[in-house]
């Protein structure tokens, strides 16, 4: 029998991407159905999302509408629209319906703007898949947008035979983000606050508290986040709820598509490489440091960073050991990305101060960001926290390599060098002084240019591949269900 899968999410890339959300549940589902899973994924309708389609030239057709709960009273209903298309072979289906309006933003910064949109999203989803007369074996959560629906699921849904034997899962992808306080809008759909012991009151209304504690099994994207997690530091609160559940929590790490991630064919590059021609990376590295007004100068090591600016990532322990490096002539460095005002401020004085050294560039740009991981030489990802992480995936395959953090998915996929092995440089206290001398130790080895070359093709060799990720998830999805099954017999 063929499993089924619906995958709800906040986004799905191509057709909507903010971050590396909208990548994994982009890719994910073609890797399921690439192992026989009908993988179908459903997203809020999004008024942003008609133009985008446009521009990729993918259709959109409508498909009726669906009718849900929604008001305070018991009788009250409102309609969602249904829109179809097929995204790499997946089923996409969108759901719109009076929370979403233009302009609208695909996510706010409070709960009055984001509860109501994905609790209705949510809502609707659960009644799609009646209205499809597709009965999932597995509901798919990524993070706390679509809680709501493994939370009604659980409380409501049981009840009815058409999803007595649907097991539920959550993915978390980043923990503090839990679109708390929830109330009044869980109430909309019927739906009260938990009186589960095991959640913090405060987290009893919260998308992402009530689909921990309901779901059947619990995932995080790697199995250094999962550690985390359930423990005070990165717990955000939750870690108790986790080691509650410990028995149902497991890390799967992310993919990477490298076909689309490929040095070899990528046409931003000013010269395509791969493993065997890594001399022919050079002119990557020149063609770089004359396109950000840096000093052309092969021997100095780049430093590269592609991110976010904000405090998740590690920029604001950035800076001293990077300006340290600078001012000593150790490195160059090249910043591509936005994020918070006090960070961009913080990094702008260093084009005036370290001239022909540093080159900031606050703006997204794709094309300068494959120029980066195919030109520059050490990557930097000093996070506080990350989940997984695939900047270090992207840059390994580019030949950069990178010095992170060790922590969360940074430890599964970044490790550590030693002569003749490795694939990058770590660092475990969060201080900019463990931050310079785990730099120190790649400029030793980068000045060593045999045990550097080896060091680049080992980790251009390395491979997280979403098949490896999709065949852990159909494994996940059988326990979940035999474990619903062992259930409903008790």
């Known amino acids: 029998m063929t499993l089924k899968v619906l995958t709800l999410a906040a986004e799905s890339a191509p057709l909507v991407k903010v971050g590396g959300l909208g990548d994994v549940v982009g890719a994910l589902p073609r890797a399921l159905r690439a192992v026989g899973i009908d993988a179908r994924v459903a997203i809020p309708h999004y008024p942003a999302i008609k ?34 298309t097929t995204v790499g072979g997946v089923p996409h289906y969108l759901l719109g319906g009076p929370p979403f309006r233009p302009p609208d933003k695909i996510y706010s910064t409070t709960i009055d703007d984001d509860g109501p949109k994905f609790i209705f999203y949510s809502m609707a989803a659960m009644s799609l898949c009646r209205e499809l007369d597709w009965q999932p074996d597995i509901i798919h959560v990524h993070d706390s947008h679509a809680g709501a629906a493994i939370y009604w699921l659980a409380a409501k849904g049981k009840r009815e035979s058409f999803w007595r034997q649907t097991a539920s899962v959550i993915t978390i992808h980043n923990l503090p983000f839990q679109n708390n306080h929830a109330k009044k809008y869980l109430a909309l759909a019927g739906l009260r606050p938990s009186r589960d012991p095991r959640l913090p009151m405060w987290a009893r209304d919260g998308l992402m508290g009530l689909a921990i504690a309901c779901a059947d099994r619990i995932n995080a994207v790697s199995d250094g986040y999962a550690a985390e997690i359930m ?21 799967i790490l992310n993919g990477l598509d490298y076909a689309a991630w490929n040095p ?5 590059l000013a010269a395509r490489f791969d493993a065997e021609s890594l001399d022919h990376r050079a002119a990557n590295k020149a063609a770089l440091q004359k396109a950000c007004g840096l000093k052309p100068d092969p021997h100095v090591p780049i430093i590269g960073a592609v991110s976010r600016l904000d405090y998740q990532k590690g920029f604001d322990i950035a800076l001293p050991a990077i300006k340290e ?19 961009e401020a913080s990094y702008e004085p260093l084009l005036t101060e370290y001239p022909g050294a540093a080159s900031i560039h606050l703006r997204f740009d794709s094309a300068l960001a494959n120029r980066i991981y195919g030109g520059c030489d050490i990557f930097l990802m000093p996070s506080r926290y990350e989940p997984c992480g695939t900047s270090q995936m992207i840059a390994m395959r580019y030949g950069a390599i990178p010095v992170a953090r060790a922590t969360g998915g940074l ?29 120190r130790r790649a400029f030793r080895v980068y000045a060593n240019g045999e045990a550097w070359r080896g060091l680049q ?17 159909a494994a996940m999805y059988e326990k979940a269900l035999r474990e619903v099954l062992i259930r409903r017999k008790a």
């Not at 490790?415 to 785990?438: C, I, K, N, T």
């Not at 093709?457 to 998830?473: G, I, L, N, P, T």
């Open 51 to 84: 133009s985008q389609a446009e521009s990729l030239g993918i259709a959109l057709k409508r498909k009726g509408r669906v009718s849900i709960r929604w008001g305070s009273h018991a009788h009250e209903t409102e309609s969602a629209p249904i829109a179809e």
């Open 231 to 251: 423990g005070e530091e990165y717990g955000a609160g939750l870690d108790g709820l986790l080691r509650e559940r410990a028995d149902r929590l497991s890390g």
């Open 264 to 268: 070899s064919t990528d046409h931003a």
């Open 325 to 343: 490096a600078l001012a000593r002539g150790e490195a160059q460095f090249i910043l591509l990305g936005t994020g918070a005002a006090e960070l």
């Open 411 to 439: 430890v599964d996929t970044v490790w550590p060098y030693r002569a003749g092995s490795g694939v990058g440089f770590l660092f475990g206290e969060y201080s900019s002084a463990a931050l310079l001398r785990a730099l």
């Open 457 to 473: 093709r080992r980790a251009m060799a390395v491979r997280f591949s979403w098949e490896k990720s999709a065949e852990q998830y």
